[in-house]
């Protein structure tokens, strides 16, 4: 009956032991299973087997070492299981070994977890003589996305325990386009659960507890693609504890707080869920409009969240894009996303002999080298922005161009509200600031910010982009500089985002537009990001790049530091974003 690949696989990075069966063989029963009707669609695929034993702390979070123990003990458990399966569903001859490999979760993860899986994996490869293949956990909870979708050139969002980070495949690999800066982003909020006293894993609860509440302001960071929880969960406690000015010194954080104690859980929880959210729902907006995708997948535990899939849902339907979310047994951790996984790779002829076979608790996806698939790329190419730019509406009249910001459905009204209004007044005061510092930009001639709307003078002839030259370049280098020491970034600096030209002037003028990014900073690091974010759309657009990155660098450090250069190369040594 099957004809196809069957891998065995096995995952146990952290929490779940799991071991699974995947036959592609099967796919086609799955399709006929899943019919249009949604009760048959809620059915689990007939492909792929899965048998999880999950470690759960009497108290506090995760401990390395119960889990390892737990590891231990479980996974022979779901192997045989697993295996039994395996031997049950197996058509061919009898001295055939049941599955043609053994896929297992090399990383990232919890060392000692990590081995044990490891082990278990290198016995039954041994023992039924068939391939190993290792699978990197992050690219296993984004590959089943793209597998029960069908898509072809996704961006994908992780939203997991210990990491959260958008990607998208170009050129032999999943590229990073944006990530946490602090947390993963389950475990911000299964911290703020354990400060509650509630048991792991707290997502589940918070979600629950959410159903209650109202909202209450709490911190949003984003920057660029990145974002961050640190600052939202410190607020979230101190909000629970009812912290008031008189019990920290100075602080003001008490003014919600109720005499009895601090703010209500449930509203707490539904304001968590609305930021943090909301923060992923916008950078991945922003990845889709930089990619030019239309197609999301999401992964990863806190993908079980309802209200996180409501909220992508709403942001791709309003923008005319695809989202598909898994089943939830494929987004929480298990081990059919490696066995699906690890099929592909075998198919591709990805398999690791014993001696390389060793596990890496810091596998990072964009070390992957992506062997199973071709073509499908995304670009990186900002088309239409005006049209599908993540966060404005751009009209030009006559010689103004007008800037709204649109309402997003998917953010709560109040959070809508409050972005919209601060970043149209963020971005008419750096408009501002950087002229005076020197730099030239539009003049602001009117601020709306009911309607976070913003009129500018028209600037330049063209983008840079269509016309680079050396000497344009090098303006651009001096021009961020001079932000730079003024204390801001641009947040933004595309060769879209600058525009050249004479016009009303007598010499060639550089422009710069667009600071709706841009925030006060005085981190060497936020300044280096902006050069490389020049860089790379230098690298993107031009032919031939080196001169021009040359001049750029040279017209930075004629008016700037030499050690954000520095830094500069440091950040590119990391080799993420968009870089070849
Ligand atoms: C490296 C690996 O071990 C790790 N895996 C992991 O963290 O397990 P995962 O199953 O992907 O995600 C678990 C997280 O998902 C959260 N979670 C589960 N259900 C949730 C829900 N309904 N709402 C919000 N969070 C939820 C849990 O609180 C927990 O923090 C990872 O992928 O980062
Ligand atoms: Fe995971």
Redo the contacts with the bound molecule.
């Keep these: 009956m099957s004809s196809g690949v069957r891998v065995l696989g096995i995952e146990g990075?952290?929490?779940?032991a799991s071991a699974a069966v995947y036959d592609s063989g099967l796919e086609g029963a799955c399709e006929a299973a899943s019919g249009s009707d949604t009760d048959a669609r809620a059915r689990p695929r007939p492909d792929v087997f899965i048998e999880t034993d999950a470690y759960q702390p009497e108290s506090g979070g995760i401990h390395p070492r119960e889990a390892a123990e737990h590891m231990h003990n479980a996974v022979p458990r779901v192997v045989e299981t697993a295996l039994a399966h395996a031997r049950e569903t197996h058509d061919g001859p009898a001295d055939e070994p049941p599955i043609d490999a053994v896929a297992f979760?090399r990383?990232?993860?919890?060392g000692p977890?990590l081995r044990i899986v490891a082990t278990a994996a290198r016995a039954l490869s041994q023992a039924l003589e068939v391939p190993l293949v290792g699978v990197n956990?992050?690219v296993a909870?984004l590959e089943i996305g793209r597998h029960t979708s069908g898509f072809d050139s996704p961006v994908c969002l992780?939203?997991?325990?210990?990491?959260?980070h958008l990607l998208a495949y170009r050129n032999g690999r999943y590229r990073v386009l944006g990530e946490t800066m602090d947390t993963?982003?389950?475990?911000?909020?299964?911290k703020f659960?354990r400060h509650v006293g509630w048991s792991?894993?707290?997502?589940?609860?918070?979600?629950?507890a959410a159903e209650a509440g109202e909202y209450v302001d709490l911190p949003y960071v984003v920057k660029g693609m990145d974002f961050s929880f640190s600052g939202i969960m410190s607020a979230a406690k101190q909000a629970y504890d009812g912290v008031s000015a008189s019990q920290t010194s100075g602080g003001s954080s008490g003014e919600r707080s109720e005499p009895d104690g601090g703010v209500p859980v449930e509203d707490i929880c539904f304001s968590l869920?609305e930021n943090v959210f909301g923060m992923l729902t916008e950078v991945a907006e922003r990845a889709l409009s930089l990619t030019g995708s239309d197609e999301l997948v999401l992964?990863?535990?806190?993908?079980?969240?309802?209200?996180?899939r409501e909220m992508l849902a709403e942001m791709c339907d309003q923008r005319g894009a695809q989202f598909h979310a898994p089943e939830?047994r494929f987004?929480?951790?298990?081990a059919g996303m490696i066995a699906v996984l690890g099929a592909k790779m075998y198919a591709a002829g990805d398999t690791l002999a014993l001696e390389d076979s060793r596990v890496d608790p810091d596998f990072r996806p964009d070390q992957v080298p992506v062997t199973w698939r071709d073509g499908g790329e995304v670009t990186f190419e900002r088309e239409n922005d005006e049209i599908r730019g993540a966060e404005a509406l751009v009209t030009f009249e006559d010689d103004r161009v007008i800037k709204r910001r649109l309402p997003k459905r998917y953010r709560h009204p109040d959070l809508d509200d409050r972005l919209r209004r601060e970043r149209t007044t963020l971005e008419a005061r750096l408009t501002s600031l950087a002229r005076r510092a020197g730099v030239p930009t539009p003049v602001v001639v009117d601020v709306d910010l009911r309607e976070a709307t913003l009129e500018f003078e028209s600037v330049g002839e063209s983008d840079l982009r269509d016309a680079l030259s050396s000497d344009r370049v090098r303006d651009v280098g001096a021009h961020l500089a001079t932000i730079h020491r003024a204390g801001f970034v641009h947040g933004d600096p595309t060769t879209r985002n600058v525009r050249v030209g004479a016009r009303q002037h007598e010499t060639d003028r550089t422009y710069l537009i667009d600071f709706g990014l841009g925030y006060h900073t005085d981190h060497l690091e936020d300044y280096a990001m902006d050069l490389h974010v020049f860089d790379q759309s230098l690298v993107g657009t031009a032919d031939d790049p080196e001169p021009l990155r040359e001049a750029f660098r040279d017209g930075y450090r004629e008016a700037g530091e030499e050690r954000v250069l520095e830094r500069l190369r440091d950040v590119e040594g990391r080799g993420r974003y968009v870089s070849e």
């Design positions: 990075t952290a929490w779940a979760s990383g990232p993860g919890l977890c956990h992050m909870h992780n939203a997991s325990g210990a990491n959260a993963g982003v389950g475990n911000a909020l299964d659960t792991h894993p707290g997502g589940p609860k918070v979600e629950a869920q992964g990863g535990g806190v993908g079980q969240n309802a209200r996180l939830p987004l929480r951790d298990n």
